[in-house]
Structure formats: C-alpha cells, structure tokens
C-alpha cells in the first residue's frame, strides 16, 4: 500500500512526465505589486506547473500578485522541472533593494537577461527586459537619478 508521502517511482515519474510534456505550460515575467503584504520591489519570473482552468482565469489570478508584462511558453527542459513540483505555480523574486543588488535596478534586469540564456533566444530576451525595465520605471518610479556621494 502507498503512502501519501512515500517517493515516486520511476514508472510513475515517466507517467507524469508523458502528460506534462503535450501540455502548454507558461513562464511569467512582471513586477511585484505592492501592498500591505508585500513591501519589496521586485523582478518576479513566475513559471506554470500544472494547467487547472482556461487561460484568461489563470492569467487574471497571476496578475493578482504582479503586473504582467510578458509571458511566453515554457521549453521541453523547463517542463521537466513541473514534474516533481506539488504546486500550481514556481515563483523567484529578485528583489531590488536587497543584496547583491543595493537599489541598482539595471543589474538585477542584466542579471535576469543572463538567467534565460540557456532556453530563450537573445532576441525574445532583450524584448523581455525592455520591457521589465519600462515596467519598473512606470510602477516604481526609478527614473528619477539621486546623488549617493558627494562629487565636485
């Protein structure tokens, strides 16, 4: 008898996996919407597991934790991380104000443009981060430069 917390089996990974590769699974680019739960500046890459319910239904739940601005469909080798996930959505946050970037805004976008390089093309990846940059500057207001040192 199988317990509930008992590992998959190999048949049952490879059974999973049939399905989850016919799918149409999506990755989620955006910035964090700020409320009185979340509080930090954000780059937010959201990626689908699993498909429950119609497109737009999924698209207005995300939407309720960050401003979408670009979404594409997921490749054959990011799918394959969906097969061990227990949840509807993987989410990493790069958050702006925190360590390594210190508030440079621009970096944590350069280092998001690096992240995809193994499964997006340059050309879709400078799309990408043309268009969280305007995001950030619309929703953040990070256009305005301010002085950290004193310079003569």
């Known amino acids: 008898m199988k317990r509930l917390n008992d590992p998959l089996t190999a048949e049952e990974i490879a059974e999973i996996w049939k399905i989850k590769k016919k799918k149409h699974l999506r990755v989620y680019y955006g910035v964090a919407k700020l409320n009185k739960i979340f509080k930090k500046k954000s780059i937010v890459v959201m990626f689908e597991n699993c498909t429950p319910g119609i497109a737009e239904e999924r698209d207005k739940k995300v939407s309720r934790w960050m401003h979408i601005v670009y979404i594409r469909s997921q490749t054959i080798e990011e799918k394959e991380d969906s097969v061990y996930s227990n949840r509807v959505y993987t989410t990493y946050n790069s958050f702006i104000?925190?360590?390594?970037?210190?508030?440079?805004?621009?970096?944590?976008?350069?280092?998001?443009?690096?992240?995809?390089?193994?499964?997006?093309?340059?050309?879709?990846?400078?799309?990408?981060?043309?268009?969280?940059?305007?995001?950030?500057?619309?929703?953040?207001?990070?256009?305005?430069?301010?002085?950290?040192?004193?310079?003569?």
């Open 97 to 152: 104000d925190e360590k390594p970037w210190k508030g440079d805004w621009k970096a944590v976008l350069h280092n998001n443009f690096l992240a995809d390089e193994n499964h997006v093309s340059e050309k879709e990846r400078l799309i990408i981060k043309e268009k969280l940059g305007q995001a950030l500057r619309k929703y953040y207001d990070l256009d305005v430069p301010y002085q950290s040192t004193l310079e003569f």
